[in-house]
Every structure is written in structure tokens, then in C-alpha cells.
């Protein structure tokens, strides 16, 4: 009771007794409030309107309008603020009293009353009205800080769906939902192409939900999207992606993600798992044929010196779906509380026929089904890619945009060389496209050349360095394998190196760019190996498909030396002058 | 969630019961602080054997009570986790953070 602070309180008393008028103003005063006095109801009503009194004493008789009807008048007239009233009278039978605080009032005193008892009666309601003003401060804040978390939440909701709303995610072969328990998800899904029309997908899940979640999500979408761009593995997004989180999130926050990169071509889904439900491979019988569970901790946990980017690759045979989901999907409870689980997923897809589209939009109705309208604990979603298997790979490219600059060049050249130490930590392929696509000219072209210098580089690498036969790629599990092994010979690797050169230059009308790249191992069969290409139908293997591609996209391709030396020259730009003034003279604005 | 405390010698533990989730914050703060603060518990015990659902909330509160140990030089150890509750420190590999027991 101490702790509601002291009050002056204007205190309205109505008596047509200027006796009694005196003696509630004294001790009114006395206590140190302040007194607004009426002679009648009619002066009550008034001056209750006038001054907003914080508490009433009335008499019940008076001439003209007496106290039970003034306090219909005065209770009719009052808004959110109470005032309480107390009845002053000498009628003091029960009966009187009962219909007095029937008619409004909150207290009844029979007069004449003690200076002790007033005194005492107007302390106890100076206490309870400083604690209902307490009371009314609190809830005024707590509105204050509604309306300000609604606005907040409304522009959290706003950035969310501009930063997550990416064209990668229109592209046909992903599907996804996404069904948030507050205003906005911390759940956040990302696609996009790398310049070499590989999908990067991405499936993150940021610890609890509402504006903390998506708050620790947010960077995450600028790195994906401009290191995929850039044409880094998802390896090395997954690791700088925890980079960044480890340096700007406290310790109790994290990111949950699955980082996916499918690449069409080769045929291959290769999968970063960390803290989120296994992503599954279904084909098109709507059967598991892989799963990759989550192998790290989630992102933003653990410092960059023991983080592990480790992925695990698959090469697909039959086409199918790589299903991926965050633990809310998991995790959706029907009212029995029984979960949906992964088995939830694998019902619906071995129920459903594989038609464009039909399991995804089976698998959304049957979780909202399980859920039966109750609302989710979690954000839930999930992101499906589909997996074609195409014999006819024809590569193709994003749209170039018209305004680049298209020739003609002066000569422009550039030297490359590394050595065994940088090779074994380096993404030298996205390293090298961010010099050359610096070049106007170029970066029209960096999807292509993103491929060539891939081959090149790779050939280079795996085969002139270290040796690696592409044949274990077709044995059981011969992806992986394939990679285990150039990992470990990589981290072996002594006295190595890889040089590249670029040369833009013009020749006549066409605008070219001639690569070379030398690697120091001992060379390679190459006449052997180019017949072999030349007259094998290889499509069903798993590799020998890179020499076609680059012979596809050069207009000539050379091998030197032992085999360590491969040229190739590549057109960027043909009559570009005489299609210039081919064009109207006055082009519509 | 309830949660109670018993202290052996340098050993402390925290027995938890319930859900243990994002309404939990407050009173397990109070718990591990007062575990914090007791100079002789040089190792920390989270017994998970009466609990039942563990979320994304939840591991962030053991993060923050690893790195608070960390500081302190105690150690943490998580003991006894069932069901869905081992299920979910499993998929965020937090075997490879914490020691956790049977």
C-alpha cells in the first residue's frame, strides 16, 4: 500500500446542509485535497462535469434534483476514468442504503458520521485510486509498446518479403512453402543459379521465431545470393555464411541450414546439412533413395578455425525430387500430438502419382490436414527441386542484358599462376571470373566462361595434377569416392602449379578471348583420349562430357606439349559495327 | 518447465522437467546463474531425463550457458536426453559441443 504515491484528489461534495458542506471541507482540506462544493444534484452534475472530481460524497436529499438522480446523470456522463461516490445521508435505513449503491454509488456513510471515520474513508479511497492511476499508466504503456511492436512488426514483414522474394525462387524446377507462426518467418529459403546454370538452393532456419528469427536471418540472403552469383561452391558459402553469423550473433542465436547445389548437367545434388531435418532424395516411385542428414552444427555456432564445409555429392540415375524442410514441418503436431515426421513426408509421396507439381501441393495439404486448423509452434517450411534426368543437355544461358558494352576491344591481358598451397584452399574458378568479369565485354559472357575455365581448370587439376582416372565416378557411390580422393590427393600435393592466361583482343569484326591454361604434371594421352571422344556416344556416363561441352562453346580448342597445355579461343562478339548501323535512325524513345 | 538444483562438491546439477522452450528463459537463466556463482561447482550437469520437448530456443539457452561456463571455468555436461529430446540434439550435432551422457 506504501508504495502508491501521495495524491491531491479533487473531491466533489453535494449538500444542501452548508453544516455538512463545512464539515466534509474541513477535513477534506485538512488532508490536504481539494474541495469543490454544490448546493443541489442540478450544481453536482455540473460542477462534476466541469472539474472531473476524483471522488464524489452526496447527499441523498436536496431540493430540485436529489442525489440518486444526480448520480444517473453524473455515471451516464463518465468515460473510462471511475470515480467513485459515496452516499452522505441521514437516511439510514437498509433498504435506503441497498437502492443508493443500486442507483450507482460505491459507498454509503450515515450521517452523521465521526471525523475519524470521513478521515479514514477518504484516505482509503486517496490509496485506491492512486493505485487504479498506477494501473491506468501501466496499461497506456503497454498500448504505447503494442502499437509500437506492431509497427516494428510490420516493417520487419515488409524487408523480410523483399529480401526473400528473389527471382531464383520463380525457377521451374523449385517449388516451396513457406508458413510462418508470427506476422513474418524466420525461416527463409533461397535459390539461384551459379553462372554455370547450376541451382544453388538454400533452406535456412533461424533459433525461435518472429522478429529474432528473421532478424539473425537476414545476412544470410545477400551472401548466398551474391557468392552464388560469383560461382563459389556451396562449401565455401556454407563457411562464410558462418563467418558471418559467428561475428554478429549472440551466442544463444544460430541459423539452421541446408545448402543444396543441383546441378542438371553432370546430373549430381550435392547437399551441406546443418541442424535441419534430413533432405531426401524421392524418386519418381515416391521412394528415400538418399538421405543426407545434418552432419555440422548449425551456422553461427562454431568459430571459423573447426568449422567443417564437408558436403556429401550424390550422381542421380532416375529423376526424382530432392525434398528439403525445417524441423517445423517436422515437428507439426495433429491434435493428438502426434508428429508429421520425415515418415509424414515419405506417406504422402508414396501416395501421390509423380505429376507435374502434384506431391508438392499433396504434401502442403496434408500437413495443414495433420495440424486440423491448430496453429503452428514453429515456422514450417519446405523447398522441393526437381530433378530431370534430360539426354539432350544443351547449355543454356540468362538473357544478356542489351546495354553492355559490345566491342570493339583493345587488347587486354592477364596472367595467372598458383602454386600447391593456394590450390588447396582457393575457389580458383570464382576467384579468377571476379577479375574477368570485370571487363565490360566479359561479364556479358561469365556463364560461358565460368564453364570453359571450370573444364579447363578442372582438367587441369584433377587429372594434370593429381592424377585422378573420371572412370570411379561411374562405380557405386563413385561420386563421393571421386572426391575423397581428390581431397586427400590434394592435401598431399607437392611441387604443383597452374597457370592461366587471358587474351581479349580483336580481329576484324570479331572480339575474342583466347585462354590458355598449363598445369606441371606429366600430361596425358590427349590424341588418344580426343578420338575416343569424337567417336564414342557417352552421354549415359557420368563425365567425359566436358571436352563435348567445350568443343560446343569455343571455336577452337588446342592441346600442347604433353598434354599439359590446353588453348582455346572463344568469340565474344561478330560484326557488332555493322549491326550497329543497321539500326533505325530514329529508334522509338 | 521445472527446474531444481543440487549442489555435491564440485559437481552441480540441474535436473529439468517439462517442455523445456522459449517460455523457459527466465527461469532457467535464474537457475545456471545461481550455478555461476557458486565458486566450488567446477562442473555443471543438465539432466534431460524428464523432459520431453527441447526447441530451437532452447539449445540457444544451452549455448549461452556453455559460454558463460566457458568464462567461469566450469565445464557442461549434458546427461540422460530421451526420445525427441536426443533426437533434436542429434540433428544439431551438439555432440560435437557438448559432452553428453547416458
Known amino acids: ?589 | 518447465m521445472q527446474i531444481s538444483s543440487k549442489f555435491e562438491g564440485s559437481h552441480a546439477t540441474l535436473s529439468l522437467a517439462g517442455r523445456f522452450d522459449f517460455h523457459s528463459h527466465r527461469d532457467f537463466r535464474n537457475a545456471y546463474e545461481k550455478v555461476l556463482e557458486e565458486v566450488r561447482a567446477k562442473e555443471v550437469e543438465v539432466n534431460f531425463s524428464d523432459v520431453d520437448y527441447l526447441d530451437s530456443s532452447a539449445l540457444g539457452m544451452l549455448l549461452l550457458l556453455k559460454e558463460k561456463s566457458d568464462a567461469a571455468g566450469k565445464s557442461v555436461v549434458l546427461s540422460s536426453p530421451r526420445g525427441a529430446v536426443r533426437q533434436v540434439l542429434d540433428i544439431a550435432n551438439f555432440g560435437k559441443l557438448f559432452k553428453i551422457v547416458e
Open chain 1, 1 to 589: 500500500m506504501s508504495a502508491a504515491p501521495e495524491m491531491n484528489l479533487k473531491i466533489l461534495i453535494a449538500d444542501d446542509s452548508p453544516t455538512n458542506r463545512k464539515q466534509l471541507e474541513t477535513v477534506v482540506r485538512h488532508l490536504g485535497h481539494v474541495p469543490i462544493l454544490a448546493c443541489d444534484g442540478q450544481e453536482a452534475v455540473d460542477k462534476f462535469r466541469d472539474e472531473s472530481p476524483d471522488l464524489v460524497f452526496m447527499d441523498v436529499m436536496m431540493p430540485g434534483m436529489d442525489g440518486m438522480t444526480a448520480v444517473k446523470h453524473i455515471r451516464a456522463m463518465q468515460g473510462s476514468k471511475w470515480s467513485p461516490i459515496v452516499f452522505f445521508s441521514a437516511l439510514d435505513r437498509m433498504q435506503d442504503m441497498v437502492r443508493g449503491l443500486e442507483e450507482g454509488g460505491d459507498d454509503y456513510v450515515v450521517k452523521p458520521a465521526s471525523l475519524q471515520l470521513l478521515r479514514a474513508k477518504i484516505n482509503g479511497y486517496a490509496r485506491l485510486l492512486s493505485l487504479q492511476k498506477m494501473n491506468y499508466q501501466y496499461t497506456e504503456e503497454l498500448e504505447n509498446w503494442r502499437d509500437e511492436a506492431r509497427t516494428q512488426v510490420r516493417l520487419g514483414a515488409h524487408v523480410m518479403a523483399r529480401l526473400t522474394d528473389a527471382d531464383g525462387l520463380r525457377d521451374s524446377l523449385v517449388r516451396y512453402f513457406n508458413i510462418p507462426t508470427d506476422a513474418f518467418s524466420g525461416d527463409l529459403l533461397c535459390a539461384r543459379r551459379a553462372p554455370d546454370e547450376v541451382l544453388h538452393v538454400m533452406l535456412a532456419d533461424a533459433a525461435g521465431h518472429g522478429l529474432s528469427a528473421a532478424l539473425a536471418a537476414l545476412p544470410i540472403t545477400q551472401i548466398f545470393y551474391s557468392m552464388t552469383a560469383k560461382g563459389f561452391p556451396i562449401a565455401s558459402i556454407a563457411e562464410e555464411l558462418n563467418r558471418r553469423l559467428k561475428a554478429i550473433l549472440p551466442a544463444d542465436l544460430f541459423v539452421a541450414a541446408t545448402l543444396a547445389a543441383v546441378d542438371v548437367r553432370s546430373q549430381t545434388v550435392e547437399v551441406w546439412n546443418g541442424g535441419n531435418p534430413d533432405a531426401l532424395f524421392m524418386n519418381t516411385a515416391g521412394e528415400i533413395t538418399m538421405r543426407w542428414p545434418s552432419r555440422h552444427p548449425p551456422l553461427g555456432i562454431l568459430p571459423e578455425a573447426v568449422f567443417s564445409g564437408l558436403t556429401e555429392t550424390i550422381g542421380f540415375h532416375e529423376p526424382g525430387d530432392l525434398v528439403m524442410c525445417s524441423d517445423g514441418l517436422v515437428e507439426a503436431e495433429d491434435p493428438a500430438d502426434v508428429w508429421f515426421g520425415l515418415e509424414g513426408v515419405a506417406r504422402v509421396f508414396a501416395q501421390t502419382p509423380h505429376t507435374e507439381g502434384q506431391r508438392f501441393v499433396a504434401l502442403r495439404t496434408a500437413v495443414l490436414d495433420h495440424m486440423a486448423e491448430r496453429p503452428n509452434r514453429d515456422d514450417l517450411s519446405c523447398m522441393m527441386v526437381s530433378l530431370p534426368v534430360e539426354r539432350r543437355q544443351a547449355v543454356r544461358f540468362s538473357a544478356k542484358s542489351a546495354a553492355v558494352y559490345q566491342g570493339p576491344v583493345s587488347d587486354w591481358r592477364l596472367e595467372l599462376s598458383y602454386g600447391e598451397t593456394e590450390l588447396r584452399y582457393l575457389d580458383v574458378v570464382p576467384h579468377v571470373l571476379g577479375f574477368i568479369s570485370q571487363v565490360q565485354i566479359l561479364k556479358a559472357h561469365q556463364g560461358a566462361l565460368f564453364l570453359i575455365l571450370t573444364e579447363l581448370f578442372n582438367n587441369a587439376l584433377d587429372h594434370g595434377l593429381l592424377g585422378l582416372d573420371s572412370s570411379i565416378k561411374s562405380s557405386e557411390n563413385g561420386f563421393e569416392l571421386f572426391l575423397q580422393e581428390r581431397a586427400q590427393r590434394l592435401a598431399q600435393l607437392q611441387d604443383g602449379r597452374i597457370e592461366l592466361s587471358f587474351l581479349l583482343h580483336q580481329d576484324g569484326n570479331q572480339s575474342l578471348l583466347d585462354l590458355s591454361v598449363t598445369d606441371t604434371g606429366p600430361g596425358f594421352d590427349f590424341q588418344g583420349t580426343l578420338a575416343a571422344e569424337l567417336q564414342e556416344d557417352n552421354d549415359h556416363r557420368p563425365y567425359g562430357r566436358g571436352l563435348r561441352l567445350l568443343r560446343n562453346l569455343c571455336a577452337e580448342l588446342r592441346y600442347y606439349g604433353m598434354g599439359n597445355k590446353v588453348w582455346a579461343r572463344y568469340v565474344l562478339s561478330e560484326a557488332c559495327v555493322a549491326a550497329d548501323s543497321a539500326l533505325p535512325e530514329s529508334a522509338p524513345a
